[in-house]
């Protein structure tokens, strides 16, 4: 089961993000095969409609939390400071096209 982890950007996150990507991008390549998914967010009706981002989304290929933080950790966004708050959870991918339609039998 894959985790899901929400972070929310800090206050000086703009300025950090700039400053760190492409560091950021290298370990996001060292690390790509344990990620289903991961980029930016945006939450807000501004930030949506400015293209600004407000956090970041990781859906790690890992059951393990501690697996999950220690990817996080080591992150150059996450040690630089650009989140300020995290959330950790298991993901259940039950529908959708990216993984192929339904998990269930249909035919009951």
């Not at 700039?18 to 945006?42: F, N, R, W």
């Not at 996080?72 to 993984?99: M, R």
Request: hydrophobic share 40%.
């Amino acid at each position: 089961m894959p985790m899901l982890v929400m972070c929310q950007d800090s206050e000086k996150a703009p300025e950090l993000r700039k400053t760190h990507l492409q560091a950021h991008l290298d370990y996001i390549e060292t690390v790509v095969a344990m990620i289903c998914v991961a980029g930016p967010m945006s939450q807000s009706a501004h930030a949506m409609e400015n293209n600004l981002h407000e956090g970041s989304c990781f859906i790690y290929d890992t059951d393990d939390i501690a697996v999950a933080r220690k990817l996080l950790e080591h992150d150059p966004y996450s040690k630089a400071g650009v989140y300020n708050q995290v959330a950790f959870a298991k993901f259940t991918a039950a529908a959708g096209h990216w993984i192929g339609g339904i998990t269930w039998n249909s035919d009951n």
